[in-house]
């Protein structure tokens, strides 16, 4: 199993950026996909996730600015943000969840297959 996060680089602060999560090695319209964020010196934090049925959740900090979305034939996730702020920078993480089990979409520890990370920079 693979996931190949990409998409990441330098925005101004307003901005906007679409961060995409190719995954291969897996049936992918089985799976839940997330997104996650590493900040220098942080904790890794949750985002956003879908579910294999489409349903979405978002971290408050990012409703109504990110929008998460799937597209199985491609067996990718995508990332829209807008309205980019300096908080958002970080590095950011695509993580797959198998359905049909308990899932709790922000911990990071429900999560069976991690991406390596892309990496988005906001400025000021």
């Known amino acids: 199993v693979q996931l190949q996060a990409f998409g990441g680089g330098l925005v101004q602060a307003g901005g906007s950026l679409r961060l995409s999560c190719l995954a291969s090695g897996l049936t992918f319209s089985w799976y839940h996909m997330g997104w996650f964020r590493q900040a220098p010196g942080k904790e890794r934090a949750f985002v956003t996730a879908i579910t294999w049925g489409s349903t979405t959740d978002y971290a408050d900090s990012v409703k109504g600015r990110f929008t998460i979305s799937r597209d199985n034939a491609k067996a990718t996730v995508y990332l829209h943000m807008n309205s980019l702020k300096p908080e958002d920078t970080g590095v950011y993480y695509c993580?797959?969840?198998?359905?049909?089990?308990?899932?709790?979409?922000?911990?990071?520890?429900?999560?069976?297959?991690w991406g390596q990370g892309t990496k988005v920079t906001v400025s000021s």
């Open positions: 993580g797959a969840r198998i359905r049909g089990t308990d899932w709790n979409p922000s911990d990071s520890s429900n999560y069976d297959f």
